[in-house]
């Protein structure tokens, strides 16, 4: 009776082991949906912005000529019995090129960046220690160069979580990150698209239900970039305002 015993209880760890992993896969590829939402929304963003600069060209351009083909161009220079005329291209024969956002990742300190982005999706607070309200925050940078390639160029990185204006703007926590602790988190980032700072509110969950994040970027290298900055107000679960009932320790 006993070996069945066995069996079924290294069953049941086998079990356990395989519903561990299939979470762990399961959180990885909630994060990639997330960074792939985020990026979708960015690139639809710019192309409603694009549309709509090009509908006020072609009002333009319709109201001041009517033709698809400007008026011919003498050749200065023609052959010789030749009446040769040089037209310019027909608008409809133009094709723009369009060139995706690439994406790809570099790490190395002479690298610039020139925009730093806080991602709304992935960044969020967090209730670990039980206790009613979130008082851990995880937040997710982007940094971009001039070619909209994600970078994480060397540098150390600051954040300040304050009360909105409307509450005061109190500072609710600071945290200061090395250039040594950046790259750490860095290298062992589970996915290469953010830079994931987890952050513990200094005195718990805050009481407030919306908190401005503000972040600065320092580059170890100053003479590839300039400090960057980047803010989000960001809505949270906050602590109970009702303190618990007194009872004896029994």
């Not at 109201?63 to 161009?73: E, I, K, Q, W, Y």
């Not at 503000?214 to 809505?235: G, H, I, R």
Request: proline share 7%; glycine share 4%; hydrophobic share 35%.
């Amino acid at each position: 009776m006993a070996i069945p015993a066995f069996s079924g209880c290294g069953n049941n760890l086998r079990t356990q082991r395989a519903v561990d992993q299939f979470g762990v896969q399961r959180r990885v590829l909630e994060d990639q949906i997330y960074d792939l939402q985020y990026e979708y929304n960015k690139l639809a963003d710019k192309v409603a912005e694009l549309e709509t600069q090009n509908t006020d060209l072609r009002t333009k351009v319709n109201s001041t000529d009517a033709s698809d083909v400007g008026p011919p161009l003498i050749d200065l220079n023609p052959a010789d019995n030749s009446s040769a005329q040089i037209h310019p291209t027909s608008r409809s024969n133009l094709q723009p090129t369009v060139r995706s956002a690439s994406h790809r990742v570099e790490s190395a300190d002479n690298i610039e960046a020139i925009d730093l982005e806080i991602n709304r999706l992935r960044t969020v607070g967090r209730n670990l220690d039980g206790i009613r309200g979130d008082d851990t925050l995880l937040v997710h940078l982007q940094l971009r160069s001039r070619k909209d390639e994600l970078v994480t160029p060397r540098g150390s990185v600051v954040v300040a979580a304050y009360e909105t204006a409307s509450a005061g703007s109190q500072l609710l926590g600071r945290w200061d990150i090395t250039a040594e602790q950046l790259a750490e988190i860095i290298r062992s980032r589970p996915s290469p698209r953010t830079i994931p700072l987890k952050l513990d509110f200094p005195a718990g969950s805050p009481a407030v239900e919306f908190i401005e994040i503000k972040v600065q970027f320092k580059p170890a290298n100053p003479a590839t970039s300039n400090d960057l900055f980047a803010a989000y107000t960001l809505k949270i679960i906050p602590r109970s305002k009702l303190a618990p009932a007194w009872s004896p320790n029994r």
